[in-house]
């Protein structure tokens, strides 16, 4: 995880002030990409029965946001059940019991090798969409499933990150914990799952970012995310030239939420790659 | 067994390890009492490390005997804690939890393992800092501090499980040559208290000072054994003799 790159070093040797300048330097850039792209449209809507783009685009964007926001818990959700899952998965792959890690491993690689979409329809399938325990009826609605479709891989590739850190750990912590009477789990809590969380965080938030980015995937299986709005929009005004405005207003969107996780993600991945 | 303080501490009868084919140990014996200080020395290779990391089961042994305080080390029911309890170890690379300040490194297993009341543990992890002098440094973290102070803190906080027998495992190996003094002091103020010392060391000169038995090892047998005296300026084996006049 702590792998020096040099050639990344140099590129990412930029003082933060810098960095935040180069983000504000793409948005302005997109800016006028997406400027570029609305003129036409504008110039199509001086007719005065028509209403111009960005009116559109600012009329709809509350409930665009509504969605966007779906988007953003589905995704803390699912990377909150991910990591937890993740984590004992990762520590079940490194058990000294043959058994138990080999199917830790069986389970981490089945889910990290499935396109998550197909997770996502077999979470839909699969999970009734009510459950009764003890006469109370718990309803399973999609975004529920969605969330469990999601974390599936969120797990798979946190239990590879919490495998990797933990076998970095030097075995003399082991050792020097174990000389002190500290049993094995003991010494995983107390030692060396503490000193996993630096070096699996950068993994960790660009996986964030990435599950971000794939939440629009629940669209598909009929959640309420700003896909599923911003297609509704579209078809509720019925204009052709709005689709690529619209679609590219919601990109920056998540451009907008993402690229400051994975801005900081390297920034971080600098520091611990220098000082471990 | 019951075990009585005129037996030896630690006791090591006709013991073998290897590591797949490779013979490490091939029939060490030696005794220890309460209150010795021994230091192995010997050629890299010959086994030393091995040999004490066998006494608190960081290594398990083919054959043979290790008993310490008459708890036989080499038993698959060997009860860990006991013998973790009796014996502690200083390691070459020091060893101590990063993300820990100093004062947490020494309070830990006394708390986690012993189950022992925090502000007592509190009370004796600081006067442990301060017998190893390190005052001032309670909240430091370990890679803030030097090597020297670093290995004085490992032995604080093997110190902290009030053990009968201290392993020394290389402890100086590791450290620049100005550092090395303050850390054979502690041992030696150790010693000067009473604890049972087993040190593997390239020391010579501690080695003669502080021991009260030297022991030789080559290819995993001891060669010699005598009092620092003897075996430094009258050496009988032609293997030690070679091997003292190469360092000496």
């Known amino acids: 995880m702590a792998v020096l790159h040099p050639m990344r070093i140099r590129a990412d040797a930029l003082p933060l002030a810098e960095r935040m300048f180069n983000l504000w330097t793409l948005a302005a850039l997109m800016l006028a990409f997406a400027a570029v792209l609305i003129a036409p449209a504008f110039a199509q809507g001086s007719a005065p029965a028509r209403r111009g783009v960005i009116e559109i685009l600012l009329e709809w964007t509350p409930t665009l946001a509504g969605g966007f926001g779906f988007n953003v818990l589905i995704s803390i959700l699912s990377m909150a059940i991910g990591t937890v899952l993740g984590v004992l998965l990762g520590v079940l792959q490194v058990s000294p019991l043959r058994p138990v890690r080999s199917i830790a491993w069986l389970v981490t690689q089945f889910f990290r090798n499935s396109p998550w979409l ?87 938030m660009n996986l964030y970012a990435v599950l971000t980015m794939a939440t629009p995937l629940v669209s598909i299986i009929g959640v309420s995310d700003v896909m599923t709005l911003t297609r509704a929009a579209l078809s509720a005004e019925g204009r052709v030239d709005l689709l690529i405005p619209m679609y590219l207003y919601i990109l920056s969107w998540f451009f907008i939420y993402c690229y400051p996780i994975s801005a900081v993600t390297r920034l971080l991945e600098r520091k611990y790659s220098v000082n471990t | 067994m019951t075990w009585t303080q005129e037996q030896p501490i630690v006791s090591l009868k006709d013991v073998h390890k290897s590591f797949g084919t490779v013979k490490v140990l091939r029939g060490v014996s030696l005794d220890v009492m309460k209150g010795e200080v021994i230091c192995i020395i010997g050629p890299s290779g010959s086994g030393k490390s091995t040999l004490i990391r066998c006494i608190n089961a960081l290594n ?47 309070m830990m297993a006394p708390i986690k393992v012993l189950r022992q009341n925090r502000n007592d543990v509190e009370q004796r992890a600081r006067a442990l800092i301060a017998k190893v002098r390190l005052e001032g440094k309670e909240g430091a973290y370990p890679g803030e501090l030097s090597g020297g102070q670093q290995q004085r803190v490992a032995i604080a906080r093997s110190l902290a499980m ?87």
Not at chain 1, 137 to 161: D, H, N, Q, R
Not at chain 2, 184 to 199: E, F, H, P, R, S
Request: hydrophobic share 45%; aromatic share 10%; glycine share 6%.
């Open chain 1, 118 to 204: 197909v997770l996502l329809f077999y979470c839909i399938l699969l999970i009734p969409f009510q459950i009764e325990i003890f006469g109370t009826t718990i309803p399973f609605p999609g975004w529920i499933k969605a969330i469990i479709g999601l974390s599936l891989p969120v797990m798979a590739y946190m239990s590879e990150y919490m495998r990797g850190a933990i076998l970095s750990i030097p075995t003399g912590q082991w050792e020097s914990a174990e000389s002190l009477g500290f049993t094995r789990s003991q010494i995983m809590t107390n030692v060396i799952l503490p000193q996993t969380v630096k070096r699996v965080l950068p993994s960790w």
């Open chain 2, 162 to 248: 009030n053990p009968d027998v201290m392993l020394f495992d290389e402890v100086t190996a590791a450290l620049d040559p100005e550092t090395v003094k303050e850390v054979l002091t502690t041992i030696k103020d150790l010693a000067a208290d009473g604890m049972t010392c087993i040190l593997v060391t390239h020391e010579m000169g501690f080695a003669r000072e502080i021991a009260d038995c030297v022991y030789f090892t080559d290819r995993g047998v001891i060669v010699e054994s005598g009092p620092p005296a003897t075996f430094f300026d009258n050496a009988q084996d032609p293997r030690t003799q070679q091997f003292l006049s190469q360092i000496l």
């Open chain 2, 60 to 106: 398990d042994i083919q054959s043979g005997s290790i008993t310490v305080e008459g708890l036989e080390v080499n038993d698959a029911k060997l009860d860990k804690l006991a013998l973790r309890k009796k014996v502690g170890m200083v390691f070459q690379q020091y060893n101590l939890f990063p993300h820990k300040t100093v004062l947490q490194n020494v």
